[in-house]
């Protein structure tokens, strides 16, 4: 089973600020990388697939980079609605999620 | 408009049997493969195993193999998730959700339901 590792567990940070989110794959997945953001009560939404293609209606300023193990998340300047947690999955060997990233103020 | 729509918040005992449900509208529902995802409280996002409700092809996470059943009737567009005997430690939300195409989503998750509460107390 691919192990994936988000880095950190939660962020501090100001709105209009840029957030920076990491995910580290136990093994290589290629690019097949998604990003996904849960607020509270709120079933999860794609934000990002195939590492760095934004999924329909997502902001510009989401972006996502990475290869092999080693995979970004990036906000560029945070707005108030992207206060929530951040989740990664590998869909490379089936599905396994990351434990997720809170951002918060 | 695609929509995956689930069945009601459920509150069980120890040992009983359930089973919830995913409808889809909006898409071809035997198309696309439908996964289920479990979150338990306060906590982060497990996959369980996705299914094709076009011919029932289903493959489960080592972690629920053998726990549940998911399983599809396509005649109805509509996906399940069954126990045959719950515990405690299967209180959770669970949320399915559709697999992307390839083209247009990667194998992503691109919709999900709202999400099912499923308790279970004595």
């Known amino acids: 089973e691919i192990v994936m590792t988000q880095s950190p567990a939660s962020l501090s940070v100001s709105p209009g600020e840029r957030a920076t989110l990491s995910c580290r794959a136990s093994?290589?997945?290629?690019?097949?990388l998604a990003w996904y953001q849960q607020k509270p009560g709120q079933a999860p939404r794609l934000l990002i697939y195939?590492?760095?293609t934004r999924a329909t209606g997502i902001p510009a300023r989401f972006s996502g980079s990475g290869s092999g193990t080693e995979f970004t998340l990036t906000i560029s300047s945070l707005q108030s609605e992207d206060f929530a947690v951040y989740y990664c999955?590998?869909?490379?060997?089936?599905?396994?999620f990351g434990q997720g990233t809170k951002l918060e103020i | 408009e695609v929509q995956l729509v689930q069945s009601g918040a459920e509150v069980k005992k120890p040992g009983e049997s359930l089973k919830i449900s995913c409808k889809g509208s909006?898409?071809?529902?035997?198309?696309?493969?439908i996964a289920w995802v479990r979150q338990m409280p306060g906590k982060g996002l497990e996959w369980m195993g996705i299914?094709?409700?076009?011919?029932?092809?289903?493959k489960y996470s080592p972690s629920f193999q053998g726990q549940v059943t998911i399983s599809a009737d396509p005649s109805i567009s509509t996906a399940f998730l069954q126990w045959s005997s719950l515990e405690a430690s299967d209180t959770a939300i669970y949320f399915c959700?559709?697999?992307?195409?390839?083209?247009?989503?990667?194998?992503?998750?691109?919709?999900w339901g709202q999400g099912t509460l499923v308790t279970v107390s004595s």
């Open positions: 959700a559709r697999r992307a195409s390839l083209a247009a989503g990667g194998r992503a998750f691109d919709y």
């Open positions: 909006g898409y071809s529902f035997t198309s696309y493969w």
């Open positions: 299914s094709q409700p076009g011919d029932s092809d289903t």
């Open positions: 093994q290589r997945v290629g690019s097949n």
């Open positions: 195939g590492t760095s």
């Open positions: 999955q590998q869909y490379n060997n089936w599905y396994t």
